[in-house]
Nanobody, 125 residues
Framework: QVQLVESGGGAVQAGGSLRPSCVAS????????MGWFRQTPEKGREREAVAEIRNDGSVWYADSAKGRFTATKNDALNTLYLDMRNLKPEDTAMYHC??????????????????RGQGTQVTVS
Protein backbone atom coordinates (compact mmCIF):
# COMPACT_ATOMS: atom_id res chain seq x y z
CA GLN A 1 0.00 0.00 0.00
CA VAL A 2 1.27 3.47 -0.91
CA GLN A 3 -0.30 6.59 0.50
CA LEU A 4 0.09 9.84 -1.43
CA VAL A 5 -0.47 13.32 -0.02
CA GLU A 6 -0.51 16.35 -2.29
CA SER A 7 0.01 19.99 -1.39
CA GLY A 8 1.12 23.20 -3.04
CA GLY A 9 -1.93 24.08 -5.09
CA GLY A 10 -3.45 27.52 -4.94
CA ALA A 11 -5.00 30.43 -6.79
CA VAL A 12 -2.95 32.43 -9.29
CA GLN A 13 -3.52 34.77 -12.18
CA ALA A 14 -2.99 33.68 -15.76
CA GLY A 15 0.71 33.58 -16.56
CA GLY A 16 1.65 32.68 -13.00
CA SER A 17 3.39 29.60 -11.60
CA LEU A 18 2.74 26.91 -9.02
CA ARG A 19 4.64 23.87 -7.80
CA PRO A 20 2.38 21.16 -6.35
CA SER A 21 4.16 18.35 -4.53
CA CYS A 22 3.22 14.79 -3.56
CA VAL A 23 4.77 12.94 -0.64
CA ALA A 24 4.70 9.13 -0.81
CA SER A 25 4.57 6.81 2.20
CA UNK A 26 6.96 4.40 0.47
CA UNK A 27 10.44 5.02 -0.96
CA UNK A 28 9.90 6.52 -4.40
CA UNK A 29 12.91 4.66 -5.77
CA UNK A 30 10.84 1.49 -5.23
CA UNK A 31 7.85 2.85 -7.18
CA UNK A 32 8.12 2.13 -10.88
CA UNK A 33 5.74 4.81 -12.12
CA MET A 34 4.47 8.08 -10.70
CA GLY A 35 2.52 10.88 -12.28
CA TRP A 36 -0.15 13.54 -12.21
CA PHE A 37 -3.66 13.73 -13.57
CA ARG A 38 -6.31 16.44 -13.19
CA GLN A 39 -10.05 16.48 -12.83
CA THR A 40 -12.59 19.28 -13.31
CA PRO A 41 -16.28 19.34 -12.37
CA GLU A 42 -16.96 21.55 -15.38
CA LYS A 43 -15.99 18.69 -17.68
CA GLY A 44 -18.21 16.18 -15.94
CA ARG A 45 -15.33 15.23 -13.69
CA GLU A 46 -13.43 13.91 -16.69
CA ARG A 47 -9.89 12.93 -15.76
CA GLU A 48 -6.98 14.04 -17.91
CA ALA A 49 -3.48 12.59 -17.71
CA VAL A 50 -0.91 15.37 -17.31
CA ALA A 51 2.53 13.82 -16.76
CA GLU A 52 4.21 10.50 -16.00
CA ILE A 53 7.70 9.81 -14.71
CA ARG A 54 9.21 6.34 -14.55
CA ASN A 55 12.21 4.88 -12.79
CA ASP A 56 14.01 4.32 -16.08
CA GLY A 57 14.15 8.11 -16.37
CA SER A 58 11.56 8.48 -19.08
CA VAL A 59 8.97 11.23 -18.75
CA TRP A 60 5.74 11.74 -20.70
CA TYR A 61 3.63 14.90 -20.92
CA ALA A 62 0.18 15.62 -22.29
CA ASP A 63 0.18 18.02 -25.23
CA SER A 64 -1.49 20.60 -22.98
CA ALA A 65 1.46 20.39 -20.56
CA LYS A 66 4.41 20.28 -22.95
CA GLY A 67 6.67 23.30 -22.67
CA ARG A 68 4.93 24.60 -19.52
CA PHE A 69 4.94 21.77 -16.96
CA THR A 70 7.89 19.77 -15.63
CA ALA A 71 7.56 16.62 -13.50
CA THR A 72 10.49 15.74 -11.24
CA LYS A 73 11.09 13.33 -8.41
CA ASN A 74 13.30 13.61 -5.33
CA ASP A 75 13.97 10.11 -4.02
CA ALA A 76 15.73 11.45 -0.93
CA LEU A 77 12.47 13.14 0.12
CA ASN A 78 10.09 10.56 -1.41
CA THR A 79 8.42 13.44 -3.19
CA LEU A 80 7.07 14.05 -6.68
CA TYR A 81 6.75 17.59 -8.01
CA LEU A 82 4.95 19.30 -10.85
CA ASP A 83 6.44 22.65 -11.81
CA MET A 84 3.76 24.59 -13.66
CA ARG A 85 4.57 27.81 -15.51
CA ASN A 86 2.57 30.18 -17.71
CA LEU A 87 -0.66 28.87 -16.23
CA LYS A 88 -3.90 29.35 -18.12
CA PRO A 89 -7.52 29.44 -16.91
CA GLU A 90 -8.09 26.09 -18.60
CA ASP A 91 -5.50 24.57 -16.23
CA THR A 92 -7.97 25.09 -13.37
CA ALA A 93 -8.60 21.64 -11.86
CA MET A 94 -7.99 19.33 -8.92
CA TYR A 95 -4.52 17.87 -9.45
CA HIS A 96 -3.97 14.32 -8.23
CA CYS A 97 -0.77 12.37 -7.76
CA UNK A 98 -0.77 8.68 -8.69
CA UNK A 99 1.69 5.80 -8.34
CA UNK A 100 2.12 2.19 -9.38
CA UNK A 101 4.62 -0.47 -8.36
CA UNK A 102 3.89 -3.07 -11.01
CA UNK A 103 6.56 -3.74 -13.60
CA UNK A 104 4.04 -3.25 -16.40
CA UNK A 105 2.95 0.25 -15.44
CA UNK A 106 4.97 1.73 -18.28
CA UNK A 107 2.44 0.18 -20.68
CA UNK A 108 -0.54 2.10 -19.37
CA UNK A 109 -1.09 5.72 -18.44
CA UNK A 110 -1.35 7.47 -15.09
CA UNK A 111 -5.14 7.16 -15.04
CA UNK A 112 -4.66 3.43 -14.51
CA UNK A 113 -2.11 3.61 -11.70
CA UNK A 114 -2.99 1.71 -8.52
CA UNK A 115 -2.58 4.41 -5.89
CA ARG A 116 -3.99 7.98 -5.92
CA GLY A 117 -3.94 10.95 -3.60
CA GLN A 118 -6.84 13.19 -2.60
CA GLY A 119 -5.63 16.05 -4.76
CA THR A 120 -4.70 19.71 -4.49
CA GLN A 121 -6.79 22.45 -6.11
CA VAL A 122 -5.27 24.75 -8.73
CA THR A 123 -7.31 27.80 -9.76
CA VAL A 124 -6.17 30.14 -12.52
CA SER A 125 -8.08 33.35 -13.20
Amino acid sequence: QVQLVESGGGAVQAGGSLRPSCVASAPTYSINCMGWFRQTPEKGREREAVAEIRNDGSVWYADSAKGRFTATKNDALNTLYLDMRNLKPEDTAMYHCAADRTSGCAFYDVLGYTYRGQGTQVTVS
